[in-house]
């Protein structure tokens, strides 16, 4: 009995030396990256944008398409949400594959103006300390508008004003529910879900999208189905 607490215990403090170096690993990856060019810095470049989209220049279809799809607890939690983290982790047990990340707006944010698209736990790691950092420094809305700036889009569009212009042809502040509901689900494989390269793959994701507003109180039945 006593060994298997001492060796209980053995474990338990492995586990807490291993966290805590894979922490301070993340943490010096992020101090590197403010290194290489701050926090502040980066966000001035893309906010001073000649064609940065502000939050009230959006229609509100679109804004609530991409907060029901991507994370529709946004408003209400932290810079990490660890009740959607626990439920990616089931999922991805439960499924046998890595289909989940859990990951919140804001730490999409820290990906794409932070970091860098490489997929690893300490890239992972240093997304936590980033995102916390933006939060500090910036609201919700600002993080929100930071993220559909710097979102890519497939055929070349970076950003939501490129995309709404490139597909539409109109401003992200006249996207009717459907084109919104399309633009909102295709950052999460851009490959895969834009309009131009696969249509029928598109509009299946663009029915998972209407699914959730429709779940979150973003719209009625009756316009979720008047989308064809």
């Given at each position: 009995?006593?060994?298997?607490?001492?060796?209980?215990?053995?474990?338990?403090?492995?586990?807490?030396?291993?966290?805590?170096?894979?922490?301070?690993?993340?943490?010096?990856?992020?101090?590197?990256?403010?290194?290489?060019?701050?926090?502040?810095?980066?966000?001035d470049?893309?906010?001073?944008?000649?064609?940065?989209?502000?939050?009230?220049?959006?229609?509100?279809?679109?804004?609530?398409?991409?907060?029901?799809?991507?994370?529709?607890?946004?408003?209400?939690?932290?810079?990490v949400?660890?009740?959607?983290?626990?439920?990616?982790?089931?999922?991805?047990?439960?499924?046998?594959?890595?289909?989940?990340?859990?990951?919140?707006?804001?730490?999409?944010?820290?990906?794409?103006?932070?970091?860098?698209?490489?997929?690893?736990?300490?890239?992972?790691?240093?997304?936590?300390?980033?995102?916390?950092?933006?939060?500090?420094?910036?609201?919700?809305?600002?993080?929100?508008?930071?993220?559909?700036?710097?979102?890519?889009?497939?055929?070349?569009?970076?950003?939501?004003?490129?995309?709404?212009f490139?597909?539409?042809?109109?401003?992200?502040k006249?996207?009717?529910?459907?084109?919104?509901?399309?633009?909102?689900?295709?950052?999460?494989?851009?490959?895969?879900?834009?309009?131009?390269?696969?249509?029928n793959?598109?509009?299946?994701?663009?029915?998972?999208?209407?699914?959730?507003?429709?779940?979150?109180?973003?719209?009625?039945?009756?316009?979720?189905?008047?989308?064809?």
């Amino acid at each position: 009995m006593k060994f298997i607490r001492k060796l209980f215990i053995a474990i338990i403090v492995l586990v807490i030396i291993i966290c805590s170096f894979v922490f301070l690993v993340g943490h010096f990856y992020y101090v590197k990256a403010l290194k290489e060019k701050p926090l502040i810095t980066r966000v001035d470049e893309i906010t001073n944008k000649e064609n940065f989209v502000k939050f009230e220049d959006m229609s509100s279809y679109y804004r609530n398409a991409v907060i029901s799809v991507e994370d529709h607890r946004y408003y209400d939690h932290g810079p990490v949400d660890f009740i959607a983290i626990c439920r990616a982790f089931y999922t991805n047990i439960k499924n046998g594959e890595f289909r989940e990340g859990g990951s919140t707006i804001t730490q999409q944010v820290a990906k794409n103006v932070v970091l860098s698209q490489e997929r690893s736990w300490i890239r992972k790691i240093a997304e936590i300390f980033a995102a916390f950092d933006l939060e500090k420094n910036y609201s919700k809305r600002e993080i929100f508008e930071l993220y559909v700036n710097t979102s890519y889009f497939g055929d070349g569009y970076y950003g939501i004003y490129q995309a709404s212009f490139g597909y539409y042809n109109k401003s992200p502040k006249d996207l009717n529910l459907d084109e919104a509901s399309i633009l909102a689900g295709v950052p999460n494989a851009p490959s895969v879900y834009a309009p131009t390269i696969n249509l029928n793959l598109a509009k299946k994701r663009q029915y998972h999208v209407l699914n959730k507003m429709l779940e979150y109180g973003y719209i009625t039945k009756n316009e979720a189905l008047s989308v064809k």
